[in-house]
Structure formats: C-alpha cells, structure tokens
C-alpha cells in the first residue's frame, strides 16, 4: 500500500511489522479515497462502521449547534485518526460532519472488522485494538485538558492557559502549536478577532513572540 512509510509510524500500528500492516488493513475492509478541498467526507446521520486515517491533506469536524452557526470540533492533519471515539462507544450514526479543508486522502478502516472475534488467528489483532483503547484514552485527555482552559473567564486567560501548556508538553519556551488562528480560536471556545487582539496586545508588551503557527513565551503575564 501507498503511505506504508506514514502508516508504519502511527501509534494505531505500534507493535507491528511495517510488511504486515497492509496485510491488516486488507483483512479489515479497508480501502481508501481522496477528497477535493471542501468536499464532505462525511455528513450528520452517515453510518459510523468506520475508523478514518488523514494519510494526506487536513479535515475539519464541523457541528451546527441549535441557531445553525457552524462551529469547528476538531482539526486534523496528516497521520490523524478520527472517528474511533463513535465507534468504540457504539455510536450508529455520525452526530458531526467531516469535511476536507485541504484536498485530502482518507484511509477507512472497517470498524466492526476491527472489533470482531477472529478466533485468535490474527496475531495482530489484539495489538491494534490495544492500540486502539490508548489513543482513545489519551484523546479523552486532551478533552479534559479543553475543558480546563474553558473554565477560565477571558481570552486572554484561555490563551495563556494553553501556550503554558504547549511549553510544558514541548520542553521548551519556543514551539508549534498544532493550529492555524481560526482552528485555534475554535479549540478554545473564543472569537478569532477577539483572540487576535489579545495576541497582537502580548506581543507588544513583550510576553510573547510568534509567527503564523510559531510561539515563544518570553516572559509571565503579570
């Protein structure tokens, strides 16, 4: 299969030989497609017997709420797995829209082939539901981890919450956040111009450095 190189890499296969992966995945059911920028991959309502791959490209996880505005859940680049949440829980039906905000190619994963008995005949296939369970954990953690930075009353309160974070997680007082501006305003819950003010208001006075996706924090806010 194409993307062996990325797929070789992905926690979802840790474990695994990399000439073995393909031969899983053919097992599974699964197949993959590409996408234009903007197309829907997936809309409110589909069918979740799925577990999707970004193998190129980006997707955005969109959810109307009750007055109709759009709102961005979630954003994933490259190497990211989504979806797998619905599934393990056992959800039916999609309660979110997938849409490719890059042109996009998606590698699909059977699901129910995922979490089917095989009788103990795939060696592998207790590895990839273990796998599985450990990102779903640690996706939950980042949800709380979102939770946290909600619970603080201004933008600017959420922003330094999170780039705290991001220096704590990376080592290091300068690091890439995983966000473009409007991805990360979405992330934290705030307006995109509200949040840019306060980072245009940091920046002056001299707590924080940056550059489109690029922070470094200089000093504590007072």
């Keep these: 299969m194409q993307n062996n190189d990325l797929l070789v890499k992905l926690p979802l296969f840790e474990g695994m030989p990399a000439d073995d992966i393909p031969v899983i995945l053919k097992r599974l059911g699964s197949y993959s497609k590409k996408y234009k920028r903007n197309d829907f991959i997936k809309t409110a309502g589909d069918p979740i017997d799925f577990i999707g791959i970004v193998l190129e490209g980006s997707i955005q996880v969109l959810q109307d709420d009750y007055y109709g505005n759009r709102n961005i859940r979630a954003h994933f680049g490259q190497g990211a797995l989504f979806a797998e949440a619905f599934a393990c829980a056992g959800v039916k039906f999609l309660p979110v829209d997938i849409l490719a905000s890059d042109d996009a190619e998606i590698l699909?994963?059977?699901?129910?082939?995922?979490?089917?008995?095989?009788?103990?005949?795939?060696?592998?296939?207790?590895?990839?539901?273990?796998?599985?369970?450990?990102?779903?954990?640690?996706?939950?953690?980042?949800?709380?981890?979102?939770?946290?930075?909600?619970?603080?009353?201004?933008?600017?309160?959420?922003?330094?919450?999170?780039?705290?974070?991001?220096s704590r997680i990376n080592k290091s007082k300068e690091f890439t956040i995983p966000f473009d501006r409007q991805a990360l305003a979405d992330y934290l819950g705030v307006e995109r111009s509200a949040m840019s003010t306060e980072i245009n208001k940091l920046v002056k006075q001299g707590i924080i450095e940056t550059k489109r996706s690029y922070f470094r924090l200089i000093r504590t806010t007072e």
């Design 108 to 166: 699909f994963i059977n699901s129910n082939s995922i979490f089917a008995s095989c009788g103990g005949r795939c060696e592998y296939h207790h590895t990839l539901i273990t796998n599985l369970l450990k990102i779903v954990a640690q996706k939950n953690m980042l949800m709380n981890q979102k939770l946290k930075y909600s619970s603080h009353k201004t933008t600017k309160e959420k922003l330094m919450a999170f780039l705290h974070d991001q």
